[in-house]
């Protein structure tokens, strides 16, 4: 391969991560992404105990059985003219080392935070880690489907906890039941 297909080759290519917060909704959003970037037919669900329907990207036994992420799983899709690499990272506490490595390779970050939570520990954390490195942050509030804290105030709270300036680019008509 020539140093200009080398070249070609790299540009083309973009790495993001999803971190957040345990349970924020990191891989469901994975499984979406994959969904509409069709490198999957069916997005799959975080399910605990007893469930036969598991995420793609959790394919450790003991993840299936948990419903947690434990590795960062990586996964590559064509999107037009990218090959995209999602990497999902664990959330919990116990396996933050992977995620802190898995940081140091991507060009961005989605940042998911549970709408009825807020900024949590280890979103403080995982902000802290990407601010390191000058990773872009994209913030994404998740869960609007369910009973969640005023928008303004969780807004004000991102701002304040993580010194980001907010700009949001949709709003949600409704919230929980009226969603």
């Not at 200009?4 to 959003?29: C, L, N, Q």
């Not at 450790?60 to 690499?85: A, W």
């Amino acid at each position: 391969m020539s140093p200009s297909e080398y070249a070609r080759e790299v540009a083309k290519r973009r790495t993001f991560a999803i971190i957040s917060h345990p349970d924020a909704g990191k891989t469901t959003i994975t499984e979406k992404v994959l969904l509409f970037g069709q490198a999957i037919q069916t997005a799959g669900t975080v399910k605990g105990r007893g469930s036969n329907q598991h995420a793609k990207s959790d394919w450790m036994e003991m993840e299936k059985q948990r419903g947690i992420s434990i590795t960062t799983s990586v996964m590559q899709f064509p999107y037009h003219d990218c090959l995209v690499n999602l990497l999902d990272t664990p959330g919990h506490e116990d396996f933050s080392e992977d995620t802190y490595r898995t940081l140091t390779a991507v060009d961005c970050c989605l940042m998911v935070i549970d709408a009825a939570k807020g900024v949590e520990d280890r979103t403080r954390k995982l902000m802290e880690v990407t601010r390191l490195r000058d990773t872009p942050i994209l913030t994404f509030m998740n869960k609007v489907d369910r009973e969640i804290r005023d928008p303004m105030e969780l807004l004000d709270e991102v701002e304040n906890e993580l010194r980001i300036v907010c700009a949001p680019i949709t709003w949600p008509i409704g919230c929980g039941k009226s969603f």
